[in-house]
């Protein structure tokens, strides 16, 4: 699992039938003090999460398949929480 803030939506007038209904999100992973950690990344949103949430990743082919109930689902990343607060020992 990843941490990551939702910084957009994507927007897709043809997609595979997997994505259909689904809100697809851009997320920036984040390390647990906020800062940019990589590229961002394109992730299903499973929990309703919008923009600016801090939220958690989690790698989603297998984990989306059963989720979404799809044989085959063509996704990398799916949004699978939303983060209230986080807290790091110093």
Known sequence: ?????????????HQLEA???????M??????DGKNVG???M??????AGMGD???????????STVFKIERAP???MISGIIDKVDVPK
């Open 1 to 13: 699992m990843k941490i990551g803030r939702v910084i957009g939506n994507v927007v897709s007038v």
């Open 19 to 25: 994505y259909e209904g689904r809100k697809l999100l």
């Open 27 to 32: 997320v920036q992973p984040v390390n647990p």
């Open 39 to 41: 590229r961002a990344t």
């Open 43 to 48: 992730a299903i949103d499973y929990v309703g």
């Open 54 to 64: 801090l939220v958690i990743m989690s790698a989603a082919p297998g984990l989306a």
């Open 75 to 77: 996704i990398n990343e």
